[in-house]
């Protein structure tokens, strides 16, 4: 091989090395912002479903407290379902 084609196809290697280097970078950089993406979507999810959570034993806590007779009754009529569901195995 020429010098001038040795040098013409280094030249080439090269060039490709670099897209192949950019491309690589640019993957990796997408790559890192799905996965704050991501993060961030889970942290938003987690914060919501708490405050529903915290919620929904607020009602539940206040219902008891205006009814607790009926909320004993539902509460041992559960309880006695499953004992019987249980039973039977």
């Known amino acids: 091989m020429s010098g001038t084609n040795f040098r013409t196809v280094s030249s ?3 060039r490709a090395g670099q ?3 950019q491309a690589a970078t640019a993957a990796g950089a997408a790559v890192r912002d799905a996965a704050e993406n991501a993060r961030d979507y889970a942290a ?3 914060k919501r479903v708490s405050k529903q959570a915290d919620q929904a034993v607020q ?3 206040h219902r008891v407290e ?3 007779i ?3 009754l539902i509460a041992g009529g559960l309880g006695l379902l499953a ?3 249980l039973a039977r195995r």
């Open 12 to 14: 080439e290697a090269d």
């Open 19 to 21: 897209t192949v280097n």
């Open 44 to 46: 938003d999810l987690n």
């Open 59 to 61: 009602d539940l806590a």
């Open 66 to 68: 205006e009814q607790p």
């Open 70 to 72: 009926t909320s004993l």
């Open 83 to 85: 004992g019987l569901l």
